[in-house]
């Protein structure tokens, strides 16, 4: 069967799905592919960490009616260093700013429900398996359901299919040069049925290594642990993880409170990115362009800021008929995404063991910490980045 539309998007994670309404709400056109099924989709635990912009798009989309009754606002942070906590607030700090903890799996869901609601269409179980012709004014995307092939003939495609996709590779060779940080630990995140012990996120960088208390919901807690890269799960029953976790995050006057583990994974630390993400009529976007370590709580974030330049260079194609906005696209957007690498990194380089304390590097952590207790510059500078810098600021 052959489809036609404006935007043939391939991924409905939070690029695709954002990229599909911000287009909708422009009047334009497009398909959604994703190769997994629904339910898959919509039970993949992920971060929960809304910046202001996201929060902001959502609101303008109409789609954040169960963000703002379950969602919570957080106006502060708190980064540990050796059982110090030292709290970041948000509001004071950046004109306003804050930050929401909901879960990516939820926000899928909305996104999903009303688009589907408003009979949207979007191909589970819809692999693409090549994309053809973007150098000329009309691509074509084969994908395959159910064994038999398709096509979607489309004006424009965005590759909104993460890092394992296809439209990294189908971008013209030798049009970028990519980028690879690799670290040499992991997280270990576990979801538990248990009240969260915090009203704000805990950073905490300790000498048996990093670990961090988010938070779901009232009654789920979403906490994780730095782990050697080779860890097996099975070395970790739920009595070790919170023991561990009661250790790092250690504080005067406070205690961990522990529950069932629900759900137990592992997250690998990685910086990835190409430095061009378009190439004629492709565009990539979210995941299939970058990859930054969690410790920002940037990954969805990103996906979400370059779909929304996207959408709106577009927008300005088909509205105002230039494409100067199409041309910038992958420049405009790397400006984000190099400030969200730099800041994911710094982040990470604070709050992880990586040498024993009386190490060179502790010492520039204990530093930068001692620094942080005096500074208001300092601390403005970590809650503007946390928060996220307004779109089109950079
Ligand atoms: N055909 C169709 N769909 C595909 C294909 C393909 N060939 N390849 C991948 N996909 C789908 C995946 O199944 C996935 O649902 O593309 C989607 C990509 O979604 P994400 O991996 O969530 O990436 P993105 O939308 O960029 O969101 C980035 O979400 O995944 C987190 O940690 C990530 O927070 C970051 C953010
Ligand atoms: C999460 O809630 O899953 C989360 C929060 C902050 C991060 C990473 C993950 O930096």
Redesign the pocket.
């Known amino acids: 069967m052959v489809y036609r539309t404006q935007v043939g998007i391939?991924?409905?994670?939070?690029?695709?799905m954002f990229l599909a309404h911000l287009l909708k709400n422009l009047d334009i056109e497009c398909v959604i592919?994703?190769?997994?099924s629904r339910e898959y989709?919509e039970s993949?635990v992920?971060?929960g960490l809304l910046e202001q912009n996201t929060i902001d798009i959502m609101k303008g989309l109409g789609l954040a009616d169960r963000l703002l009754q379950e969602g919570q606002v957080h106006d502060g942070v708190n980064l540990s260093f050796e059982g110090e906590r030292l709290r970041i607030p948000f509001r004071e700090l950046t004109g306003g700013r804050q930050i929401m903890i909901y879960g990516?799996r939820e926000v899928i869901k909305d996104l999903t429900d009303d688009w589907l609601a408003r009979q949207g269409s979007l191909f589970f179980a819809?692999?693409?398996?090549r994309i053809e012709g973007i150098e000329t004014s009309h691509p074509t995307i084969h994908?395959i359901r159910e064994g038999e092939n398709h096509t979607v003939e489309c004006e424009f495609v965005a590759a909104?299919?993460?890092?394992?996709?296809?439209g990294r590779t189908s971008l013209q060779s030798g049009s970028y040069s990519r980028f690879s940080v690799e670290y040499p630990f992991s997280w270990l995140g576990i979801l538990a049925e248990v009240p969260p012990s915090t009203d704000e996120l805990i950073y905490s960088n300790h000498p048996r290594g990093f670990a961090l208390h988010s938070l779901r919901s009232e009654k789920i807690s979403r906490l994780y642990l730095q782990v050697e890269n080779d860890t097996n799960l099975a070395d970790w029953p739920d009595d070790r993880i919170w023991e561990e976790l009661s250790q790092r995050l250690a504080t005067d006057g406070w205690s961990l409170q522990s529950g069932p583990v629900i759900e137990k994974g592992l997250t690998p630390m990685r910086s990835h990115m190409i430095n061009h993400m378009q190439s004629g009529r492709l565009f990539l976007?979210?995941?299939?362009a970058h990859i930054v370590p969690?410790t920002g709580g940037k990954?969805?974030n990103l996906?979400i800021a370059d779909v929304w330049h996207l959408a709106n260079a577009v927008g300005a194609f088909y509205k105002k008929g230039t494409d100067i906005d199409l041309e910038r696209y992958s420049t405009v957007a790397l400006r984000r995404v190099w400030r969200a690498q730099e800041f994911s990194s710094f982040m990470t380089d604070l709050l992880h063991k990586r040498d024993d304390p009386g190490s060179f590097n502790y010492h520039l952590q204990r530093s930068r910490f001692r620094y942080l207790r005096i500074s208001r510059h300092y601390a403005a500078s970590i809650a503007e980045n946390y928060v996220g810098l307004p779109l089109d600021s950079l």
Request: with cysteine; aromatic share 6%; glycine share 20%.
């Open positions: 391939i991924g409905a994670g939070p690029a695709g592919l994703e190769s997994k989709v993949r992920r971060a990516q819809s692999e693409a398996t994908f909104c299919d993460g890092f394992h996709g296809i976007a979210g995941d299939a969690p990954g969805m996906a």
